[in-house]
Nanobody, 120 residues
Framework: QVQLVESGGGLVQAGGSLRLSCAAS????????MAWHRQAPGNQRELVAA???????NYGDSVKGRFTISRDNPKNTVYLQMNSLKLEDTAVYYC??????????????WGQGTQVTVSL
């Protein structure tokens, strides 16, 4: 069994910054891609950023140049540094990971989500 626990969400003024963290724990053999998605009320969940175990990254168009994804492989942790936040960045942010468990099975796992609210 694998768990993802996010932290770092909160309320921030437009133009400000936040850093999200997501730590994976449990019966983990390895983790391939780790990613952040977000979902605002009335909208579909969308990819914010993703990073492979080798460090290759991919960003959604709306966050390019403002957000940076990184990871600490020994700690099974992924981070999302969010700068120049805009009102439209308000959403619940979810961590996702492609995990190979110690049972050799592959699991796509989601965290419980953390709220990010950007205000004027």
């Amino acid at each position: 069994q694998v768990q993802l626990v996010e932290s770092g969400g909160g309320l921030v003024q437009a133009g400000g910054s936040l850093r999200l963290s997501c730590a994976a724990s449990g019966s983990i053999l390895s983790i391939n891609t780790m990613a952040w998605h977000r979902q605002a009320p009335g909208n579909q969940r969308e990819l914010v950023a993703a990073i492979t175990s080798g460090g290759s990254t991919n960003y959604g168009d709306s966050v390019k140049g403002r957000f940076t994804i990184s990871r600490d492989n020994p700690k099974n942790t992924v981070y999302l540094q969010m700068n120049s936040l805009k009102l439209e960045d308000t959403a619940v942010y979810y961590c996702n990971a492609d995990v190979r468990a110690t049972t050799r099975s592959y699991l796509n796992t989601w965290g419980q989500g953390t709220q990010v609210t950007v205000s004027l």
